[in-house]
């Protein structure tokens, strides 16, 4: 008598245990493909692009292109006895005119606001505090900036915990899928799974990179920047000292 088939027989809790397995693989791994989102937006080299585009948007109601701004302060720094301007008096930025040369009005806008982006990334709102000069501005900075708040090294750093706790549960879950898969479901099962995650996922992350790379500033419409001004606390005081609010 051939016994060799008894063998095979499938154990009939396995085909519960499968799809359970397969739906908390599918919901974790959503969550996974998330995470993996917010640790690529919050990375420095992004996150540090997108702040000075953030800043310079809300303060730039004209757009970046615009000229003006970058002509007055070529006069303010002729004009200044030490060759250097500060933009906002309340804030330590000094612009020199080595600094801004040869930069169009969008490259002068940017790169004064990663002045103020770089610490904010890396210390949060006392890196920012710590420019200012006003002792009720930096109490208001040090109090919280709102969502600016979430692009930080300290958010990205977290995030990037998270997504490690995530994607291993999702890999031992994988493991499982697999296990308690049958014949060709062993490769059909979590490649099914892996693509109904994997393809919102995935779709999002491209919105959210052609987002960075073609600017942030071309999301950003007046009415949206009156509450980019109200959540950074800092706004409100600094755009009246800006020349292109003059």
Known sequence: MNTSGFSKVRPYWHVDAKWITGILLLF??????????????????RGIDLLPITLASSFSRDGLDQEADLEIMHQKIAESPNGTWKPIPSLNIAVREEDITGLTPREMRLWFFRQLAEPLYYEGPQGLASLATDPEMRKNMEGGIGPLGFISAATHSKLQKTFYIFGSISLALMGLLVLFSYRFGRLGSPGCVIFLAALPGLT???????????????????????????????????????????
Do not use: K
């Open 28 to 45: 974790l791994l959503n969550i996974t493909f998330l995470l993996f989102i917010f640790v690529q937006v919050t990375a420095a080299d």
């Open 204 to 246: 999002a992350l491209s919105m959210v990179r052609g987002w960075l790379e073609h600017g942030a500033e071309n999301l950003i419409q007046p009415a949206e920047m009156t509450t980019v001004t109200l959540y950074t606390q800092m706004i409100a005081r600094l755009a009246a000292e800006m020349p292109c609010q003059r």
